[in-house]
């Protein structure tokens, strides 16, 4: 017996990734508490590919880092395939992300409160949507390129790990003009995000640390040496956890160790009090089913013992798909695809490394909110209650309870004028999201000869519901169905988004940065059409890489997998923290709730010991 297999743990944390990392900082400041993270990456702390934010883009589809995870054909996409990239190092995806923070609205919370959680509602998330960050306001040079004055220093976290900054040297008049686009286009208010309820254009800060101008992700932040000195934590990496080791006690299932693969392939067992899964939204469903807890009918296909029958593992899938439209930029102007020459890139990489200035300190991501919208500008309030009436039908007969309670929660926020149904985004290079089987280095690398902007346009609140099953017992490969557009709604709303783009890139400041008849695709060119609008939402389709809620707090008569202080139903001491426990998808990029979350589930935890 090695004495790997000999030690019990107090907790055991499968996967070292966003989330777990928190509980492995949080958890471990109980110096009572042995605890053990078990991360099947490397851990590549140090490693400029991933420090260096500017270099994000290399990271994707490169084994060493990324898990490299495909869709399903996907049936609405006519059998389009997406890429689905995961961070398989430590820190997880935080290491491979593209660093933009941004913040949900209070609603978002109001929706999980009325699927049966308590003590969920934005207020009592918003202090650790702080408490996980420090905000360095931006230089007054950027502050006023990027009109920043809806952001108030007060409102941010003053003390928290992950550092937040707007790295100067990355903005342009790029960034500019979509501030005053969407001003124009009459969409906006000046609110902070961080408050909750940000309609139109804002800059979202990067998760970079301004001394160093470094990525800051849940590595570098949650931990640092001197966490990592804590004589009770350890870290066991390159290890994969094959299942939770279950057994019955008083009528309910007890978790009192795991199955660990060392990279050479070996098994053994390792022992605790209590087990964490935070291995993502994709694999933490898995590893439930690899142990025996699921539904009867996926089990029983693997031969797998039932030990709990709970059919919500791994379904009700979310993701904020979005489609591309690409301009070519205006003659004289620079974007990011100008790194197709390798010159300039030793150059910047030069300046980078010897001053921490320049283009690859940040990323210059721009992001909008908005209502419902069409090439017109906003719809009229009538008119998106009737698109709800024809494809949101309260109370639908057929819909079991908790997708009903989703569905109505969905159509309030579709109907509230204070809310938005899609995002926009900005990147100043080209990016090819069309084709059937196309990879992440495929879909940034800068193939055509001129320089290129792209508009991504998603959907903030979908309607479709997919899943994530094994495809073998103890399995590295997941069968991911998002089920992208199967809800019929979801195309009406996106594809009105794609005819707004013709209204943004109208804008005085937008349209003289642009040459805005040479579009990619050509179909772009009449948006005013909403049947070519369809046709690009459905051949440009993709992922934003924030697949969550396949392992739902909820209750389990809605199909919910852990209840509202994440343990899994039916179990005593086994929790989910990471992605995969949000009801409902909040809107925009989703790693600040998957902070906030992780770290409240923390304080569920201590005052669990505590009792
Ligand atoms: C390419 C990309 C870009 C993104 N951009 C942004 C952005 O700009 N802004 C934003 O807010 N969000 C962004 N996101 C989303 C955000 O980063 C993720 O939602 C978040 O990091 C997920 O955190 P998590 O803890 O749920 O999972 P992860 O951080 O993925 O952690 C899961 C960990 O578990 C490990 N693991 C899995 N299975 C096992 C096993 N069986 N045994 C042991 N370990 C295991 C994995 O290796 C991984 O380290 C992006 C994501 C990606 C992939």
């Known amino acids: 017996m090695s004495s790997k297999e000999s030690k019990q743990y107090d907790m055991i944390i499968v996967g070292g990734g966003t989330a777990g990392l928190v509980a492995a900082a949080r958890l471990s400041e109980d110096g009572s508490k042995n605890i053990l993270v078990i991360e099947a990456g490397e851990d590549r702390r140090g490693d400029p590919r991933i420090d260096t934010p500017g270099l994000l883009m290399s990271l994707w589809g490169d084994v060493t880092y990324d898990w490299g995870f495909w869709t399903e054909p996907q049936e609405y996409l006519g059998g389009r395939q997406i890429p689905q990239p995961r961070g398989k190092v430590l820190g997880g995806s935080s290491a491979i992300n593209v660093t933009a923070t941004v913040y949900p609205t209070k609603r978002n919370f109001d929706s999980w409160e009325a699927l049966g959680n308590k003590g969920w509602s934005f207020k009592e998330l918003a202090p650790y949507y702080r408490k996980c960050h420090t905000f360095y306001p931006a230089s007054p040079e950027t502050h006023e390129l990027l009109s920043l004055d809806y952001m108030n220093p007060d409102n941010q976290g003053k003390d928290g790990p992950v550092r937040v900054c707007f790295p100067s040297g990355t903005y342009g008049p790029y960034q500019k003009a979509w501030m005053s686009a969407f001003k124009g286009a009459g969409v906006g208010n000046d609110r902070d995000p961080i408050l909750g309820g940000k309609v139109g254009a804002f800059i979202p800060p990067n998760t970079v640390d301004p ?200 159509r309030s926020t579709m109907l509230d004028p204070a809310e938005s149904t899609c995002w926009y985004g900005l990147t100043p290079a080209q990016v090819d999201t069309s084709g059937h089987r196309t990879s992440m280095a495929q879909s940034v690398s800068p193939s055509r000869p001129e320089n290129y902007v792209t508009i991504s346009i998603g959907l903030n609140h979908p309607l479709s519901r997919g899943h994530v099953h094994i495809s073998s017992p103890f399995g590295t490969e997941p069968r991911i169905d998002p089920k992208y557009l199967s809800h019929p709604l979801d195309l009406e709303i996106l594809a009105r988004g794609v005819q707004f783009v013709e209204k943004l890139v109208s804008q005085p400041g937008l349209k003289q940065l642009l040459k805005v008849d040479h579009r990619v695709p050509q179909e772009a060119g009449s948006l005013d059409d909403i049947e070519k609008a369809k046709q690009i939402a459905k051949d440009r389709l993709w992922t934003s890489y924030h697949p969550s809620c396949t392992c739902a707090m909820m209750p389990e008569a809605l199909g919910g997998v852990v209840n509202d202080r994440l343990v899994v139903h039916g179990t005593k001491n086994l929790r989910v923290i990471d992605a995969s426990i949000f009801p409902m998808i909040p809107l925009g990029n989703i790693q600040t709730t998957v902070y906030a979350v992780a770290e409240r589930a923390c304080d569920l935890i201590k005052e669990d010991w505590a009792a």
């Open 211 to 410: 001394s160093t101008y470094q990525r800051s992700y849940a590595a570098s932040a949650y931990f640092t040496p001197d966490i990592e000195r804590r004589p009770n934590l350890s870290l066991l990496n390159t290890t994969f956890v094959n299942r939770i080791l279950l057994r019955e006690s008083d009528g309910s299932l007890e978790a009192y160790g795991v199955e660990a693969r060392a990279g050479d392939g070996s098994t053994y067992n390792i022992y605790a009090k209590s087990i964490i899964l935070a291995a993502g939204a994709f694999q933490s469903p898995l590893i439930l089913e690899s142990s025996g807890i699921g539904s009867k009918h996926v089990l029983e296909q693997h031969s797998i013992p039932v030990l709990k029958h709970l059919p919500g593992v791994g379904e009700n899938l979310q993701d904020h798909c979005f489609t591309t439209v690409s301009f070519e930029a205006a003659d004289g102007q620079m974007t990011m695809d100008a790194a197709r020459d390798p010159e300039l890139v030793k150059t910047l990489l030069k300046q980078y490394t010897e001053t921490r200035t320049g283009p690859l300190t940040g990323v210059p991501y721009s992001l909008a909110f908005a209502p419902p919208v069409d090439f017109q500008g906003r719809i009229e309030q009538s008119k998106i209650e009737s698109l709800a009436s024809e494809y949101l039908v309260s109370g639908g007969k057929s819909l079991e309870a908790g997708m009903k309670t989703q569905y109505d929660e969905l």
